[in-house]
């Protein structure tokens, strides 16, 4: 399988001009660059991974868990999805490693299952890291409705953004408007997490460490431009403006500070 690159130098040169089209007088301007949503959606079925990668942007590293998506949630978007006559282009299905959720098949089977009687237009795109047997075996058992997509990860050592370097905390930010969000939420989608919707899936797993407990609880109406969760989220988000990319382990106070708060809930609050 060719290897899908999240880093390549035109992608940089994008995010230097989402850097500059982010700052305050540029959106007064301009108005805001990147939209969310209504056409594709991420999935994060499971928090697991196989791997450990540093900078992770779902902090799988940093803060494993073994948490779940319940299957019931996936057939409550499958619902609300053709109530609202949703027409999704894309599903993506991601983690963790998503082959690692204990009930992935009667994911698969609800999201196919959709795909062949409500929308058969839509893509259902499974996103796995392709490392190790027990991966490669479950992906053989895929049905042929599913595309896999990867980075073909070869170590926990990779080319990343510093997903744990929160603008918030670098000078050079200091006049960014983070209602402006970035790319990934018109390039990946909407979110939907085990702690609800948001505005793409890397809030979600931002949430997952600071507590906010700010995921909507159904599929946002259409008219929801979620610009609450953008404020909130990108101030801490690695992947807000521009950042070099690097392979060791980079964190900031902010984020040291909410990992800690979750290793000793008891101590200071941040
Ligand atoms: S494979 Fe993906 S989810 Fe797993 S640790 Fe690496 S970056 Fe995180
Ligand atoms: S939380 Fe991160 S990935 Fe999501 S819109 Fe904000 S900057 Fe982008």
Known sequence: MKPHKNITAKRLALDLYQ???AQSFMVRLLGRQFHRSRKSIEIDITYKCNLKCVNCNRSCTQ?????????EKVEAFVRQSIEKNMKWERIRILGGEPTLHSRLFDILELLTDYRAYHNPEVRLVLCTNLYGNKVKTIL???PPEITIKSTVKTSAVN???PFNVAPVDTAYNRFSD???????????????????????????????IFGFGAGRNTLPADDDEMIDQMKRFC????HFGFALP?????????WQRAYQKRRNPDGLAF
């Open 178 to 208: 983070y209602a402006c969000g970035c790319r990934i939420i018109e390039d990946c989608g909407l979110g939907l997490t085990p702690s609800g919707y948001y505005v793409c899936a890397v809030a979600g797993g931002i949430d997952r």
């Open 159 to 161: 080319l990343f953004r």
């Open 235 to 238: 101030r801490l988000c690695g």
């Open 140 to 142: 053989n058992r895929l």
């Open 246 to 254: 690097v392979k060791s382990e980079r964190i900031s106070p902010a």
């Open 63 to 71: 803060w494993p868990s073994s948490a779940e998506l319940p299957v």
């Open 19 to 21: 850097f500059f089209r």
